[in-house]
């Protein structure tokens, strides 16, 4: 499979775009920009862009099942309804941990959120991941990370994929039926000259997108960890993937230019912007979040 080569469909200088996703009930792409406290939703059909502000950093909106979103702010989940553009708390995560923020976000076909937290300076080991599950916040055991990305979660619901960006570290581990995890183990590693892995998704054919911070790149990886395709970007910084449209076939990608000089963004005017190109293999459609 070879993609497309990708192309700016937003120019929005995003100082950190994050968390892609297309909520099939508006046929829109919803994503984030988590420094500048900002939720958007791009419409290709019509091209309308539209923009929310968040009360704090905002690192995932993901479709609820009773309407509207959840969104993993800086305190914890919230509920967010774009009709209002109100925010309002369902659950604190980590309050003893002032210095941390919620980072990424994805919901499984049994409508559990999975999340991770991290270091907002990107320095200590003081993030985790965990799993929201029928209104109940639940560790899962894997702590210790500075940058968490993702999780992602395989088609079949049985296995999840998880980031330590610091480290350049993509760890997988199975699901129980009761939402637990079984033993991690390695998937694959990025070495710090091609980039550091940010956010991970999940195709259909079980391959695994990673998108390369600093690395101009997003890998797509095989269910056995095999590297069997790369996607150039004209922006060195890629945080996320996400499938969209109609038949889940446009890939659509956030980018940052947090941090980077004057000089580097004249260098690649486009950082920031929201990316589109299209795949071979199509997406698995985002379910709604239960509570």
């Keep these: 499979m070879k993609a497309g080569e990708p192309k700016s ?3 929005l200088a995003a ?3 994050e968390g892609p996703v297309w909520v099939e009930r508006d046929e829109a792409l919803w994503f984030v920009d988590i420094k500048k406290h900002q939720v958007h939703r791009y419409d290709p059909a019509t091209s309308k862009k539209s923009s929310w502000e968040a009360p704090e950093q905002v690192g995932f909106v993901l479709p609820a099942e009773r309407g509207g979103f959840v969104a993993g702010l800086e305190s914890g989940l919230h509920h967010f309804d774009e009709r209002t ?7 604190k995560v980590e309050p003893d941990k002032p210095g941390n923020r ?31 599950a029928d209104g109940q916040l639940k560790a899962t055991g894997l702590h210790g990370i500075a940058i968490t990305n ?8 049985r296995i999840l994929y998880f980031v330590d960006t610091l480290k350049g570290t993509i760890e997988a581990a199975d699901i129980r ?39 101009w790149e997003a890998w797509r990886y095989s269910p056995a960890g095999e590297l069997i395709d790369r996607v150039r970007f004209p922006v060195a910084n890629i945080t ?31 950082i920031g912007d929201l990316f589109e190109f299209p795949v071979d293999a199509p997406g698995v459609p985002c379910a709604l979040v239960r509570y």
């Design 85 to 91: 553009g109100v925010f309002d708390l369902i659950v």
């Design 102 to 132: 919620l980072n990424d976000g994805v919901v499984d076909a049994q409508g559990r959120l999975w999340f991770g937290t991290m270091d907002n300076r990107e320095k200590a080991k003081s993030g985790a991941f965990y799993c929201f």
């Design 9 to 11: 469909v937003w120019n």
């Design 177 to 215: 039926d009761d939402g637990s995890l079984r033993e991690r183990r390695p998937f694959a590693r990025i070495d710090p000259k091609d980039g550091h892995p940010d956010g991970p998704t999940v195709d259909s054919e079980g391959c695994v997108w990673i998108s390369l911070y600093a690395g």
């Design 150 to 157: 993702g999780p992602a979660v395989s088609p079949d619901g």
């Design 240 to 270: 996320k993937i996400a499938f969209g449209g109609e038949d889940l076939r446009t890939a659509y990608a956030t980018t940052a230019r947090q941090l980077l000089e004057p000089e580097d963004i004249a260098k690649q005017p486009e």
């Design 15 to 17: 100082e950190l775009g």
